[in-house]
């Protein structure tokens, strides 16, 4: 840390993913469910892609609506090993590199999880420009705003703007549920805001929000929304904490429990409300030529090895090489929520208001390996049934950096400068 990073980064609040995430028992259930329609679903994919593809071939110059960079689909293509362009930057050099993410540092022997480039079908994955992103973002506000697979995104922004910044003129702050990276020569902000359901909720303590019963305010974003609603650039997303399948939805507010009411709803029909509350709101207040706005759709995990051929128990840990079936999916990914998802960004946009969707969950399925599994920063002492069998506690939510976000970032990339907005 240089000596003038003016707070460091909270221990404690980079703490999102305890070993055993409270979620997991609910996914297990549902898995079952979503084992007897894995074959269909193939099937659909194999006919969705086979069309898809054609379509873009036709279109080539008109779709830009869906795939970005100028009319090619970005989020359809393949990982090519490259180690020339690869990684963005170093682990090492990374001003605020964040202790859940860095893999090597906490002990992981095989790298190659660092030089793989993204190579869409169609065209060319923007190369990011460090310098040219900074000119943008001077004298403005670029803000994350969801749960930590959205924060290592942030991190990895950090690390890639930061990589052309000398280390003194890069500062950290933190102010409750807000991070906030500045580039101090260009007055330019790249932030993180904490709301894993974005709307409010009981787990929205920066600090403390692994609580047994999650109690979700659908309808309410505001006190949130003042935090961020006057950022140029935003990138929203939500999705694992939302994977039970049940949620309790509370009419009224958390203070006045006289006047509130608490109703149990089913988990896709909250993700719903709470996605109309928030996109109602940026109807209402976000003025689509000052901002650009982004949605990250969902992060996959690879915590069940079953599903992709390893035995009963095992996940991630020790996975050194990556998924090859094109089109492979777990089935920790729900597409009824990226559809829920994908249904209210078509309602705004009919609406005025474009979102663009940052479909990174196709490409993310195939990075088996690219988890920090073991090797990261353990919160809590391992008791010794843990170590006797590592597989126990991986990680395999998170990713580690560099990696796979950083093209996440790259793709955002694209997308920023591809639009015409003005942006003052
Ligand atoms: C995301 O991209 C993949 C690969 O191109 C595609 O199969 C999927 O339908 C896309 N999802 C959405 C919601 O656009
Ligand atoms: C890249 O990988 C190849 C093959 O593994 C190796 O021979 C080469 O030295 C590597 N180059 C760099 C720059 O690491
Ligand atoms: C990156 O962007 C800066 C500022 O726009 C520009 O001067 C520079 O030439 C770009 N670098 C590359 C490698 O394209
Ligand atoms: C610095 O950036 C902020 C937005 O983050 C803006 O409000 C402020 O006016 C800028 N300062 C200068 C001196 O331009
Ligand atoms: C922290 O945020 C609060 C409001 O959210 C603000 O009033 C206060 O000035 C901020 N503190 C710092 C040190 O930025
Ligand atoms: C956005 O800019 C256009 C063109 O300058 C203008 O006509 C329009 O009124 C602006 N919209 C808003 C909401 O300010
Ligand atoms: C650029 O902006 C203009 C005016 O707002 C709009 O008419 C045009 O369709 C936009 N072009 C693209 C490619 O978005």
Redesign the pocket.
Known sequence: MPSNSQTKLPRKSLLTTSPNPTWAIPIRTTFRAALAILGALLFLIAVYLAQNRAQVSENYRASGDDGGGGGCNLFSGKWVFDNESYPLYKESECVFMSDQLACEKFGRKDLGYRNWRWQPEECELPRFNATALLERLR???MVFVGDSLNRGQWVSMVCLVGSVIPAPLQTMQSNGSMMIFKATEY???VEFYWSPLLVESNSDDPVNHRLPDRIVRVKAIEKHAAHWGDAHILIFNTYLWWRRPRIKALFGSFEDEEQSRLKVVKMRRGYEMALRTWSDWLEVNINPNNTQLFFISMSPIHDRGEEWGKGKGENCYGETEQIRRVGYKGEGTDPKMMKIVENVLNDLKTRGLNVQMINITQLSEYRKEGHPSIYRKQWEALKEDQISNPSSYADCIHWCLPGVPDVWNQLLYAFIFQSNHTLY
Do not use: H, L, S
Request: charged share 35%; aromatic share 0%; net charge positive.
């Open positions: 004298n403005k506000r007055n330019a902000t």
